[in-house]
Antibody
Framework: QVQLVQSGSELKKPGASVKVSCKAS?????????????MNWVRQAPGQGPEWMGW????????TYAPGFTGRFVFSLDTSVNTALLQISSLKAEDTAVYYC???????????????WGQGTAVTVSS | QSALTQPPSASGSPGQSVTISCTGI?????????VSWYQQHPGKAPKLMIY???KRPSGVPDRFSGSKSGDTASLTVSGLQAEDEAEYYC??????????FGSGTKVTVL
């Protein structure tokens, strides 16, 4: 069984940066390999629905960003420890949200499903 | 891309069925058989209930079923149970390696 464990809540001031980690683990029978499944990032602002931020190809490290998540948002990997990373710079109050990582269901292509989610990381931006 | 359109709320009594619609356009829902549905309880992460329009991940009860016609996808929950009360979101592949989520539907079990 695959698990995604994210880093803890963050409280940041406007203009600061934050890095969220998402560590993947899988028990042996699952046959899960980190580099074989795309990783998505999803934002959920308070009281709102999920918003897809983009994804990263865990084999090549190539990120794709959704419109509205270019410039200040960076997806990266540390494949040595099966970890996906999200960095947000120049934080604004409107970045206050829960950020989730979510594994693609079938592999390294987007086929319409995120079957394993991290527990979410709450990022609060406030002066 | 714009969010997919879902009704804000739906309800049914225990044992009844409820169907939630998810309307997009030809470049997302209508263009691909890559619609998924997520259940979210308050304070929890979303849970995948249906992917690729009709497929259920292991462990999801067969009371949950999905379908699609044209630009509209649907999720049906049969034999409603108290634990089905939650927010439900659809999502669709939208081309160029992009996804879009729906606006969400709050399902209430009366």
């Amino acid at each position: 069984q695959v698990q995604l464990v994210q880093s803890g809540s963050e409280l940041k001031k406007p203009g600061a940066s934050v890095k969220v980690s998402c560590k993947a683990s899988g028990s042996k029978p699952s046959g899960y390999k980190f580099i074989n499944y795309a990783m998505n990032w999803v934002r959920q602002a308070p009281g709102q629905g999920p918003e897809w931020m983009g994804w990263i190809d865990t084999n090549t490290g190539n990120p794709t960003y959704a419109p509205g998540f270019t410039g200040r948002f960076v997806f990266s990997l540390d494949t040595s420890v099966n970890t996906a990373l999200l960095q947000i710079s120049s934080l604004k109050a409107e970045d206050t949200a829960v950020y989730y990582c979510a594994k693609e269901v079938l592999g390294l292509v987007l086929t319409g499903g995120m079957d394993v989610w991290g527990q979410g990381t709450a990022v609060t931006v406030s002066s | 891309q714009s969010a997919l359109t879902q009704p804000p709320s739906a309800s049914g009594s225990p044992g009844q069925s409820v169907t939630i619609s998810c309307t997009g356009i030809s470049s997302d829902v209508g263009g691909y058989n890559y619609v998924s549905w997520y259940q979210q309880h308050p304070g929890k992460a979303p849970k995948l209930m249906i992917y690729e329009v009709t497929k259920r991940p292991s462990g999801v009860p067969d009371r949950f079923s999905g379908s699609k016609s044209g630009d509209t996808a649907s999720l049906t929950v049969s034999g409603l149970q108290a634990e089905d009360e939650a927010e439900y979101y659809c999502s669709s592949y939208a081309g160029d390696n992009n996804y879009v989520f729906g606006s969400g539907t709050k399902v209430t079990v009366l």
